[in-house]
């Protein structure tokens, strides 16, 4: 029985510069270690077939040339020979193992080595070990450094690999499993760390699991969608119970290091901001005296309009591109799935070229807010839309984007990021400061020990109204 998580919905298709770099040094890595378990395991084969060969010659040397062969104690010798040419090439393995790659970089409690606590994250045993790791990295870690930023992703992927193994060291301790010589390898640690982060960080993402099994011998696979807490909960929960029915993780596998880096994950996803928020709100005395001109409103005087929320869209409004035809097409014969699909594709290509499609990204940002409670889009989208028009000057979109993702979640960190960006576009803009200062108070009240919190705080106390 196999379920194994093949997508999720918040991912862009963009693997960043960090992810890069730890793929890249990790299959760098693996090329050299299994280039020297290759040259270790022929070298092995050849002291075997030498071992055999002096064991016969010296059972043959005792018995003499004109000896008459008697096959019960020919067996018993060849046992014999066998057994002992088992031990000899264990010795012999067991002291050219510690000159291998996998030993000098992996994490050996016996012969700890504060480096190893880094370079066992690079070194896999196989390429299955390798690429199953790297899977569950493609899935949460990218989403992770989008969320983060290089940075403090980086810094803290480093972070729950390096608890991942101390934990993983202290279970051994409590076990009696300190002088252990089997090398902790891998960068499950750290990824479970990326899992853990993920689950807290993105909550409300949905996973695409594939699922094979064999029922009455006939296969049977397909995939179904499941809430990522609950994948990755499940996940953790396994985790748990082999660590603690396995012990000192004496199948291969190491549980118990996967279980730290989890819990490391998930602290760091709660109390460590994302990289929007290392845009902090500055006091009004250190801002420019300059005001800045004022921009157009496309969206407020639009949403006052009389309009109900899921009445057809007009044909003469629409935007000059087919695709987007379509979907609003799709949306007037309550295809919202479809319609959903297309606006996001489109939405992704207005953002990268919005010079030339502005007049296109405007109208069709206007028509999502205006038939937000219809359309099927991921709000995690719509928040980087919201994002990306704040960088293009499109500040009242932005503003009435991240208003209704605030509105949409009420809490977790989509709902923080997106009340600490309107109202720091609102003070930006000078454009409803009264508001700001209301948002940021709620986010105060929400979680008065996030970061995003402790910068609105801030704000508050620069302008005397804490």
Known sequence: ???????????????????????????????????????VEAELEAIHEELREQEFKEMFNERGEDAIPDM???????????????????????????????????????????????????????????????????????????????????????????GASIFFLVFNALTGNLQADTPLIGASGAIAGTMGAFVVTHAKCKVNVFYFFMLLFMPRWGTFVMPATFYFGLWFVFQVVQGAILGGDLTGVAYTAHVGGFVIGLGLGKFLGSEDEDALVSPPKTRSKKTPPKRKAFIDTSISAPARAGSPIE????????????????????????????????????????????????????????????????????YQWAKRLSQLGLHNLAISAFDLIAAEFKSGHLYMSSMYNAAYLRIQTRSDPEKAREGFKKLIDADPDNVLSRQASKYLQSVGAL
């Not at 298709?13 to 090329?31: K, P």
């Not at 080595?113 to 493609?138: D, P, T």
């Not at 069709?364 to 359309?375: A, G, N, Q, S, V």
Request: one cysteine or more; hydrophobic letters at 45%; glycine letters at 4%.
């Open 1 to 39: 029985m196999l379920f194994l998580p093949i997508s999720t919905d918040v991912h862009d298709g963009r693997i960043r510069m960090a992810a890069l770099w730890i793929a890249a040094i990790c299959l760098l890595a693996h090329l050299f270690v299994a280039d020297d378990i290759n040259k």
């Open 315 to 382: 044909s003469d409004a629409l935007p000059p591109v087919p695709r987007i035809a379509q979907a609003w097409n799709a949306f007037n014969e309550r295809d919202y799935a479809t319609s959903s699909r297309l606006i996001t594709e489109e939405m992704d290509v207005f953002l990268q070229n919005p010079r030339h499609y502005h007049d296109a990204l405007v109208d069709t940002m206007y028509k999502i807010i205006r038939h937000w409670d219809l359309l099927e889009l991921n709000p995690s989208h719509v």
């Open 72 to 162: 019960r104690k020919m067996i018993t010798d060849v046992k014999n020979v066998n057994s002992t040419v088992e031990q000899k090439l264990k010795a012999k393995a067991k002291e050219r193992r510690k000159s291998m790659l996998i030993y000098k970089f992996g994490l050996v409690p016996k012969h700890f080595n504060i480096l190893n606590l880094i370079s066992h994250m690079f070194v896999h045993g196989g390429w299955l070990h390798l690429f199953g790791n790297l899977w569950f990295f493609y899935l949460c870690g990218v989403a992770m450094e989008k969320y983060w930023g290089f940075g403090r992703f980086l810094t803290s992927y480093l972070t729950c690999g390096i």
